[in-house]
C-alpha cells in the first residue's frame, strides 16, 4: 500500500516555517519545520514522523520515508566527512556495514568515549561532523493487533547522523547510526542516508533482517513498526564557504512528503 503525504510549505515569517501533513484514519503524521534567519545561511531542521494505531495496536509498516525540496542549498565539504577505512571492512570495500548484509563484523564505527562531557562518538567520525541526533520508537508484532512492551515488543533508542561522503547521484550524505535503549541496551547498526541532486532524500526504515542479530533475537513474531520519530538537523556557520544545507530563498520555499507502506 503506498500512501502519499503532500506537504507544502509557504514562508509567513522570515524566522521560521513549518509544515505538518497527516492522515486521521491511520493516526499517522509527519513535519518538516525549518529555522532560517537568511536565506543561504545556518540553520535548523526538525523532522517528526508519527504512525500509530488507536487502542495500543501494531500499525501497517511504513517502509521509506521520501523528503523532497527543490529549495535547498548543499555544501557536504562544510563539515568534515565520518570516513569509512576500506581496510577494516569485509572484502577491503569502502562501504557502510550493514546487519542485512553481514558484514557489520569490524569495529570501525564503534562507540567510544570522547569529545565534550565526554559524549559518545563513534571511532572514525569526528565529534565536528554530527549533523543531527533524535530518538526513536518501533513496536512488534502482528499488524492490527496489541504488541506487548512485556515481551520486548517494544524498541526504543537514539539515532546520529554523521556527515558523510556522498556517493554517485548524491549531493549530500550522512551516515545514520542507530543505537538501542530497549529491549538490549547499546546494540548498534548503520545506515548511508543520501541526497540527490535534485534534493530527494529517502529513507529505508529498518526492517527484521536490518536490525543487529542480538535484538532480532528477543523479538517476538511479527512486523516491526517504527511509530516515532524525532530528529533535529543543524547546519553550524562554517569557517568558510556555505553551509551544509541551506535554503535559495524565502520565496516559493516548499517541501514535499511521501510514506511508502507495506
Not at 61 to 88: D, E, F, T
Not at 230 to 257: D, E, M, Q, R, W
Amino acid at each position: 500500500m503506498r500512501t502519499k503525504l503532500i506537504l507544502i510549505a509557504t514562508v509567513v515569517a522570515a524566522l521560521a516555517i513549518g509544515v505538518t501533513a497527516s492522515n486521521a484514519a491511520l493516526q499517522n503524521s509527519v513535519s518538516v519545520a525549518l529555522k532560517f534567519k537568511k536565506a543561504g545561511g545556518p540553520g535548523t531542521l526538525d523532522l517528526s514522523l508519527t504512525n500509530v494505531e488507536d487502542g495500543g495496536l501494531v500499525p501497517q509498516r511504513i517502509s521509506k520515508m521520501i523528503i523532497s525540496s527543490s529549495s535547498g542549498v548543499y555544501n557536504s565539504k562544510a563539515l568534515p566527512y565520518c570516513k569509512i577505512v576500506p581496510s577494516q571492512t569485509v572484502g577491503g570495500k569502502d562501504e557502510i556495514p550493514t546487519n542485512a548484509a553481514g558484514n557489520n563484523t569490524s569495529d570501525f564505527l564503534a562507540p567510544q568515549p570522547g569529545g565534550k562531557n565526554s559524549a559518545t562518538v563513534l571511532k572514525n567520525c569526528p565529534l565536528s561532523s554530527l549533523v543531527g541526533k533524535g530518538t526513536f520508537e518501533a513496536v512488534v508484532g502482528t499488524v492490527g493487533q496489541p504488541y506487548d512492551p512485556s515481551q520486548s515488543g517494544l524498541i526504543t533508542g537514539n539515532a546520529y547522523l554523521f556527515n558523510y561522503k556522498p556517493r554517485s547521484g548524491d549531493t549530500l550524505a550522512f551516515v545514520a547510526w542507530i543505537q538501542s535503549n530497549n529491549p538490549v541496551p547499546n546494540a548498534n547498526q548503520y545506515q548511508y542516508v543520501g541526497v540527490s541532486k535534485k534534493g530527494v532524500i529517502t529513507t529505508i526504515l529498518p526492517n527484521r533482517g536490518d536490525i543487529p542479530p542480538n535484538i532480532a533475537a528477543v523479538l517476538p513474531p511479527g512486523t516491526i513498526s517504527m511509530t516515532k520519530l524525532k530528529l533535529k538537523l543543524t547546519s553550524p556557520k562554517p569557517k568558510k564557504g556555505k553551509p551544509i544545507f541551506s535554503i535559495k530563498s524565502f520565496s516559493n520555499l516548499n517541501v514535499a512528503g511521501q510514506l511508502i507502506r507495506e
